[in-house]
């Protein structure tokens, strides 16, 4: 089994919205794009070892990134035979500049 973000998939996606600050430097020049991070979710659920797969963002997602990544609570840890296992994740996280409409 996987690990499981407590509350599954659209909890998961409400805490990365709702706990992700747009660095001011990023925001004044417009810039958006995907950041891939993998982490590790230990036998206990702990998240540890946020690190940026492929391209860098820059502008400061990609530690914003890492930041929200750190500051998540537990997950359900994955399990294989029974047996809590370490896990390597990855997620995308997205950065979108929000317009006024």
Known sequence: MMPEY???ESA????????LDYPQQALDDNKEGTVKVSFVV????KV??????GNKVGDGLDEEAIRVINNMPKWKPGMVKGK????????PITFQVA???
Not at 12 to 19: D, I, K, R, T
Not at 42 to 45: F, I, S, T
């Open 12 to 19: 998961l996606s409400q805490y990365v919205e709702n706990h």
């Open 84 to 91: 809590n296992v370490k896990t390597r994740l990855d997620l």
């Open 48 to 53: 540890s070892d946020p690190v940026v797969i």
């Open 42 to 45: 230990d036998e206990n659920g």
């Open 6 to 8: 407590p509350g599954g």
């Open 99 to 101: 317009t006024e409409s």
